[in-house]
């Protein structure tokens, strides 16, 4: 029982240290608990060694946007008409 009790306490340790790492460097930090509790070493090396992620800004108040719903639509469909008429043409031009 007690190598068990042992093994334990050093997966919450170094699990710990990875979320502490993980956690400076914008990554998920539940993840990477896991990941230490398992792995131990390895995760621990792996997360030391990684660059840390850049934050995204959360936008509370986008504000007004500058194309509505019908135009972005608009915009969508015309781009899928002409990518439709363009790959008709090759292949129109390779069944010649």
Do not use: H, Y
Not at 2 to 21: D, M, N
Not at 53 to 77: A, H, I
């Amino acid at each position: 029982m007690e190598p068990f009790v042992i093994v334990a306490v050093a997966g919450v340790v170094i699990g710990g240290a990875c979320s502490i790492l993980a956690s400076n460097k914008n990554r998920d930090v539940f993840g990477w608990f896991v990941l230490g509790f398992l792995f131990n070493l390895v995760a621990l090396i792996v997360i030391a060694a990684l660059r840390p992620r850049e934050k995204t800004e959360l936008v509370t108040n986008p504000g007004p946007r500058e194309k509505s719903g019908d135009q972005e639509r608009d915009e969508l469909r015309q781009k899928a008409i002409d990518l439709a008429a363009a790959l008709a043409q090759s292949r129109a031009q390779l069944n010649k």
